[in-house]
């Protein structure tokens, strides 16, 4: 049973999970970034959260990895910012569940949108 978060990044952007218990994996670069991912699969990680900055040194390697149960990949921006990569993913993945772009923050829905309390 899979167990446990797992956080691959850059040495910067993982220390700080250490302290919440999240294991953490520094990568500086592909060679090392598929290594913390091949470790993270066979400690039977629940969920990883891959910086997207890592993401696309392992494009190859989390596509294949879409399909399966476990570990969810999850695409978060670095300490340095986000280059909307991890927004990109998820706005794909809702599409897919929902059938509509319901994260878009252009078109009708949010044309004029209100708090909704009675405006």
Do not use: W
């Amino acid at each position: 049973m899979a167990d446990g978060i797992a956080f691959l990044g850059s040495t910067d952007t993982v220390k700080g999970f250490t302290p919440l218990g999240v294991s953490t994996y520094p990568a500086t670069n592909r060679e090392s970034a598929l290594q913390a991912l091949r470790g993270c699969l066979q400690e039977g990680f629940a969920i990883v959260c891959v910086t997207e900055e890592i993401a696309l040194l392992l494009e190859q390697e989390l596509k294949a990895l879409r399909f399966e149960p476990t570990p969810a990949i999850l695409v978060v921006p670095s300490m340095t910012g986000s280059t909307g990569l991890g927004l990109r993913r998820l706005k794909t993945l809702v599409e897919k569940a929902v059938g509509a772009d319901i994260l878009s923050r252009e078109g009708p829905a949010h044309e004029g949108a209100g708090t909704g309390m009675g405006e």
